[in-house]
């Protein structure tokens, strides 16, 4: 039997108290944020008392913060401790434009990784696991995020970082890996360069996969979950917010849980800024209420999601996010239609012929605007039958037409033709003049 909790007590916590442990932890955070230059000023200009604020909702008179906020602020506009106070910091991976700059105390470091260490316990795994974590080391937060969270629990951490595929390989199999830390793109990359090595993926010993720091489809979780004869978790987490850690699957694997005493979660319409209620769909927006070193009052994430309001049959009462649908920033528009990478990922990954990469290609051709989707096939469908491959190239633009309603061009390639992905996987290039 392994351990349930890592914190019952907090886990567990029921509403009411919770939602009192998160007013008391917001004032504190908005006390430390008012010593940064940022808050200050911000503070002052909208005519905020933080006095005032003597309930969740009234968070919703504080203006929201945006990632150009962070890079105004730059280098250490938000920072709330005296420099001697800081032991760490780290950047955003730049998915869009500069990176920003966050900073971690001694208490910061320590208390991520405790978030980090609950968030694999909710999935069941034990000092007992190997944990081989292919996530960059480094700035970025996945790879040092995780090792502090695991190495937390007891878990034996191999440090292997991205990259390296064979090396990879031999590391699962001479130690025994049985939990991994992987982006799902390279994660169906490296399944493989597995295969191609005439190995099993379902002879190791991996029993799981922590998947993150991209969007993906259900479907792309179902093969991974194939592939490789595992349970694949969904990982959220961005540097703002420490990084990973911030919301994670538990073993239901209906929705990530957000841990509320670390964060007041808010659902906002991206397009007024208005608070939705739970259950609807819009922009997640963060505050964290525990940072000594950075406290970041509503953060716009840009990302899209909505909260699942129903409890949790694990027990936790801290709530649950859905799987997030992708940016604000990374739709693009097609012929007057918005379309999310993510829909067509979606289509793409319920085919069984289709392999494990693929590219969607925005170009302008007399005008007009032309969506190109290049796929690979899976190497034991490819076996060059015209007919055949015409066929379903037709299907896949067919079901793409009827999910997006724009009319793609499909191409078929072999495998490992396409560039494989180690870290963030880039799926959308955009061809188009402005
Ligand atoms: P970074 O600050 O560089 O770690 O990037 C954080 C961003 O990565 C988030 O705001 C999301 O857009 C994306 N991300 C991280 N984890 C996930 C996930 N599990 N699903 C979808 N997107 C994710
Ligand atoms: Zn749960």
């Not at 194939?226 to 699957?249: C, H, K, R, T, W």
Request: aromatic share 6%; net charge negative.
């Amino acid at each position: 039997m392994g351990i349930m909790f890592w914190n019952e007590e907090i886990e567990t916590l029921d509403r009411k108290s919770l939602e009192k442990l998160q007013l008391e932890k917001l004032q504190a955070s908005l006390t430390a944020a008012s010593q940064t230059p940022f808050y200050r000023k911000v503070f002052e200009d909208t005519g905020v008392d933080i006095d005032s604020i003597r309930s969740i909702e009234h968070l919703q008179d504080l203006p929201l913060t945006t990632k150009n906020d962070l890079r105004l602020s730059y280098p250490d506009g938000m920072v709330a401790v005296d420099r001697k106070e800081i032991v760490r910091m780290h950047a955003s991976s730049g998915t869009t434009g500069k990176s920003t700059v966050i900073f971690y105390s001694r208490r910061d470091i320590e208390d991520w990784a405790d978030l980090v260490a609950r968030c694999m316990v909710a999935t069941g795994t034990t000092p007992d696991d190997v944990f081989q974590n292919m996530m960059g080391y480094g700035l970025f937060t996945g790879g040092l995020g995780l090792h502090y969270g695991a190495e937390r629990l007891g878990c034996l951490v191999i440090p292997s970082s991205t990259g390296n595929t064979m090396k990879q390989i031999q590391l699962m199999q001479d130690f025994g890996t049985t939990v991994v830390h992987i982006t799902p793109s390279y994660s169906l990359h490296l399944v493989e360069v597995i295969r191609e090595n005439d190995i099993d993926p379902h002879d190791l010993s991996l029993k799981k996969a922590y998947i993150g720091a991209e969007p993906h489809s259900e479907a792309t979780r179902k093969k991974i979950e194939d592939q490789y004869g595992i349970d694949a978790y969904n990982s959220y987490g961005l540097s703002e917010m420490n990084g990973p850690g911030v919301s994670f699957e538990c073993t239901e694997k209906q929705g990530m849980h957000i841990w509320e005493d670390f964060y007041i979660v808010e659902v906002i319409d991206p397009h007024t800024g208005e608070v939705l209620p739970d259950g609807d769909e819009g922009e997640l927006v963060l505050t964290h209420i525990n940072r000594e070193a950075m406290p970041i009052i509503r953060y716009r994430t840009r990302d899209l999601t909505r909260i699942i309001p129903d409890s949790c049959p694990c027990g936790r009462t801290h709530r649950r996010i859905e799987r997030i649908k992708g940016r604000t920033d990374d739709m693009f528009i097609i012929s007057g239609v918005n379309v999310f990478p993510s829909q067509i990922e979606s289509v793409l990954m319920n085919v069984p012929e289709v392999g494990n990469n693929y590219q969607i290609v925005l170009d302008r051709e007399e005008n007009l605007d032309r969506l190109h989707i290049k796929v690979e096939l899976y190497s034991k469908m490819f076996h060059g039958d015209l007919k055949e491959l015409n066929r379903l190239k037709e299907t896949i633009a067919e079901k793409i037409r009827s999910t997006v309603i724009v009319n793609p061009r499909v191409e078929l390639l072999e495998p490992g033709s396409l560039p494989p992905s180690t870290g963030k996987a880039v799926r959308v290039i955009d061809n188009r003049e402005l």
